[in-house]
């Protein structure tokens, strides 16, 4: 099936510096994404996606970027928070959601 | 905001009885889905649901589990006979019109096998 994986399990930042959670798939057909935020004991929550018609998305706090030469998603948090720790998963969701095992952020005070 | 919503939030289970998860998707969303976490590791696709029936399932979702839509609202998840490698947490989830669409997970519901 599809591999939708992620390159580092743990990112440590402090509180304001800005955090990037990278993301490699292997499917060229992939042409939508999304991104979730998991905090402990919760579901998964949804932040962000982006279609393959696009290089680029930005909400609040948070941008996509999504290189499709390389396969390569990465997602930035802005200003990052404490409220931001949580581990967070790129997914690939045609048909089924296949998760990444996500990267887990923590954020320092 | 609408909420997919699961019960209980805990279910411990004596090994070999059967168990019923439940869910309550968002009320205009099609698409239903099950996955389940065992602690410490990635989420899993367990089955997608439309229109009334399985419209995929992976290797994990085998003959002791089945999922119903008994009423216009509870998505269930049974597992027919549990075993201790059960233990996990389960997690519901919905989309709306288009498949291709973010899911919306609910808590999810903690399954204990003893």
């Known amino acids: 099936g599809e591999n939708v994986g992620l390159h580092l399990p743990t990112l440590s930042v402090q509180e304001g510096d800005n955090s990037i959670i990278n993301c490699a798939y292997s499917?060229?057909?992939?042409?939508?994404f999304i991104w979730y935020k998991q905090e402990s004991g919760k579901g998964p929550q949804f932040i962000i996606d982006i279609r393959s018609n696009m290089d680029k998305r930005q909400g609040q706090r948070v941008t996509v970027l999504l290189n499709k030469t390389v396969k390569h998603l990465s997602l930035q948090i802005a200003a990052t928070q404490p409220g931001d720790s949580a581990v967070y998963f790129c997914a690939d969701p045609r048909r089924a959601l296949t998760f990444g095992s996500g990267t887990r952020l923590q954020v320092q005070p | 905001e609408p909420e997919v919503t699961q019960t209980p939030s805990h279910q411990v289970t004596q090994m070999g009885q059967e168990v019923i998860l439940r869910c309550v998707p968002i009320s205009n969303h099609l698409y239903f889905y099950w996955y389940r976490q065992i602690l410490g590791q990635k989420v899993e696709f367990l089955v997608s649901?439309?229109?009334?029936?399985?419209?995929?399932k992976s290797e994990i979702f085998d003959d002791q589990f089945s999922v119903e839509r008994p009423d216009g609202s509870n998505f269930t998840l049974k597992i027919r006979s549990t075993k201790l490698e059960d233990s996990a947490m389960y997690f519901c989830?919905?989309?709306?019109?288009?498949?291709?669409?973010?899911?919306?997970f609910g808590d999810g519901t903690r399954l204990s096998i003893l």
């Open positions: 499917n060229s057909a992939s042409d939508y």
């Open positions: 649901f439309y229109n009334n029936e399985i419209s995929e």
């Open positions: 989830a919905s989309t709306g019109q288009d498949s291709n669409q973010p899911q919306h």
